[in-house]
């Protein structure tokens, strides 16, 4: 069972990681083009940032995985042990992974050059955004259904819980950068 689990989370962040690498260079070369269009200064920490971005968005795509493990624990009580063991390692893991390059990237010019940083909050506002329309609607189906099993329906309003926690904590965080 901890196998199907821990390889289902590891196909579940896959897409992710995939998307986000291919990210990384089109971020680059967005900042980059956009500086020149509007004959700004360049950035001589864009490559650095967009690296650090990368991978601070990464760390907090895991650790909102392992959070959903850990939460839907209590309505799954068959696979505690097992979502223990996936959603612990994930949620702390992605927690380091996010807090390391948090702080990193208070080193560097961001408030200075802050287009990467808005760049990749708009791409984590869509990802979370994206998964809590999903948990709504696999949700709101599930409660329609007569004969839907109360673990599903319970997993649905868990994963919509944490994504969609995550999609207004994200769209608060990006509108308020951008009143600033």
């Known amino acids: 069972m901890l196998s199907t689990l821990a390889y289902?989370?590891?196909g579940f962040l896959a897409p992710l990681m995939y998307v986000l690498l291919g990210l990384v260079p089109v971020v680059y070369l967005v900042v980059r083009w956009r500086t020149y269009r509007e004959s700004g200064p360049a950035d001589p920490q864009l490559g650095l940032k967009v690296a650090l971005f990368h991978f601070r968005t990464l760390g907090y795509q895991i650790a909102l995985a392992g959070l959903?493990?850990?939460?839907?624990?209590?309505f799954n009580e068959e696979a505690r042990s097992d979502m223990l063991r996936i959603g612990g390692p994930l949620l702390i893991s992605g927690l380091l992974i996010y807090g390391a390059h948090r702080f990193f990237l208070m080193k560097t010019n961001q408030?200075?050059?802050p287009a990467v940083g808005r760049l990749y909050q708009g791409f984590n506002?869509?990802?979370?955004?994206?998964a809590g329309s999903a948990?709504?609607?696999?949700?709101l189906m599930l409660l329609a259904m007569e004969d839907a099993d109360a673990r599903a329906v319970m997993g649905g309003m868990v994963a919509l819980l944490v994504y969609g926690g995550a999609w207004g904590a994200q769209g608060f965080s990006f509108f308020r950068q951008l009143k600033a």
């Open 125 to 130: 506002l869509v990802a979370c955004g994206l």
């Open 111 to 113: 408030a200075a050059f």
């Open 68 to 74: 959903f493990c850990l939460l839907y624990i209590p």
């Open 8 to 10: 289902g989370s590891i």
């Open 135 to 139: 948990a709504l609607v696999a949700t």
